[in-house]
T-cell receptor
């Protein structure tokens, strides 16, 4: 199994630009989570999906952030427009209800730098 | 609300020393408890878990016991190795939510 795949691994952009982060969960997993990690705020849950449907987006910081899951094998997190305070490592994770929804498998992360 | 409190890091130990990383929690119900580990440059991975009071989770020489009376889930290892250097996260989950509440993480550095 390839594990959770995220792209790109690193992204450097300028303030005001649109940024799209991508995630492919583990095949057969029905939960998908997006997290943000910074030194100041630690690990924050932004949004999670169950069977492609957003269940809880209370962690999304503001309207500049949006997430979609058009099918079971793909999700995106978009920031438009980006700001320097969005610089962080963004993780995608997936899990399976049948196995244990709390055993989350994390991708390697996307390190975003907004200049 | 639900929250997890971990000891501040970094924790620096010599190889073969005994490790304890403290974790306490606050929850409105009866949570499941977890320890996740993040090695440098990687995502988090599940280290161990316990789903009810007095359960002991164990993996790779690490152990933690679910103590309901003290609302704690301290991580221990009898003899750490340099390869254990990582950030350790305590987390809880309530059955009805299917999402994890993480602590702030504790960095462990093991030196020769």
């Amino acid at each position: 199994d390839a594990g959770v795949i995220q792209s790109p691994r690193h992204e450097v952009t300028e303030m005001g630009q649109e940024v799209t982060l991508r995630c492919k969960p583990i095949s057969g997993h029905d939960y998908l989570f997006w997290y943000r990690q910074t030194m100041m705020r630690g690990l924050e849950l932004l949004i999670y999906f169950n069977n492609n449907v957003p269940i809880d987006d209370s962690g999304m910081p503001e309207d500049r952030f949006s997430a979609k899951m058009p099918n079971a094998s793909f999700s995106t997190l978009k920031i438009q427009p980006s700001e320097p305070r969005d610089s962080a490592v963004y993780f995608c994770a997936s899990s399976s209800w049948d196995r244990d929804p709390n055993e989350q498998f994390f991708g390697p992360g996307t390190r975003l730098t907004v200049l | 609300g639900n929250s997890v409190t971990q000891m501040e890091g970094p924790v620096t130990l010599s190889e073969e020393a005994f490790l304890t990383i403290n974790c306490t929690y606050t929850a409105t119900g009866y949570p499941s408890l977890f320890w996740y580990v993040q090695y440098p440059g990687e995502g988090l991975q599940l280290l161990l878990k316990a789903t009810k009071a007095d359960d002991k989770g164990s993996n790779k020489g690490f152990e933690a016991t679910y103590r309901k009376e003290t609302t704690s889930f301290h991580l221990e290892k009898g003899s750490v190795q340099v390869s254990d250097s990582a950030v350790y996260f305590c987390a809880l989950s309530l059955l009805e939510w299917n999402k994890l509440t993480f602590g702030t993480g504790t960095q462990l550095k093991v030196e020769l």
